[in-house]
């Protein structure tokens, strides 16, 4: 697993939009419960408004799988969570749609989204994915947000970067403070090997989902 450190990146003014195809799917929850030994668990629905309603008590999320075309995924290490390795991931603000909370997120953590015609945009998970912060987690962002969240609801998205790992800048577009000091490419087991415990089973979840494409 080779290691990547952040470079500067040029803007690019011209922008092209990805096109995502017409999606209709079912919402599903990750639910912990004594009485299970998985903590996995569907909750069918054919309404809309379910799949567009995140579990109450959770934070609205994006997660991207971003693939490069060996098929590796994008991981960074965390400046403030000592070999947490994660995939990019952030709030969906109000009004604001998972595709494009996703590009934004991309292009404020990465970079690479000033480059975005270099990126195509693959599959969506069709359902909203839980995971709970820990005790220790859930009080350092509460102070940090001015909110008490039980966790985080994700929508995830998968997208294909085409571009050079020169153009990866982990200061992002400067608008927000860098949050990690590293990055790398690599496989789902290595991606799920570096993850935090509280997300890994969310990261199952989605690799199983993505995995036509990444496998």
């Known amino acids: 697993m080779a290691l990547c450190r952040s470079s500067s990146v040029h803007f690019i003014s011209s922008l092209l939009q990805a096109r995502i195809p017409s999606l209709s799917y079912f919402n599903c929850r990750l639910l912990k419960s004594r009485k ?18 995140p579990p109450e ?54 970079g690479v989204f000033q480059l975005i015609f270099l990126l195509r945009y693959m599959f969506q998970a069709p359902y909203w994915l839980t995971y709970d912060f820990p005790p220790e987690t859930r009080e350092k962002l509460r102070i940090q947000w001015g909110s008490d969240w039980t966790g985080q609801a994700q929508k995830w998205l998968l997208f294909k970067f085409n571009g050079k790992d020169e153009e ?48």
């Open 168 to 215: 990866v800048n982990l200061l992002g577009d400067g608008t927000e403070k860098a949050e990690f000091g590293e990055w790398t490419w690599m496989s789902s087991r290595e991606v799920l090997d570096h993850a935090v415990e509280f997300k890994k089973q969310v990261y199952q979840e989605v690799l199983k989902v993505f995995s036509p494409y990444i496998e």
């Open 57 to 110: 008590g959770y934070r609205r999320n994006v997660g991207i799988c971003l693939i490069n075309p060996s098929k590796k995924i994008f991981a960074t290490s965390r400046l403030d969570v000592p070999d947490s390795w994660q995939m990019p991931q952030g709030g969906i603000d109000a009004s604001e749609d998972p595709r494009n909370a996703a590009i934004r997120e991309l292009r404020e953590e990465t």
């Open 36 to 53: 299970l030994s998985s903590p996995l668990s569907c909750v069918l629905s054919s309404s809309s408004s379910a799949m567009d309603t």
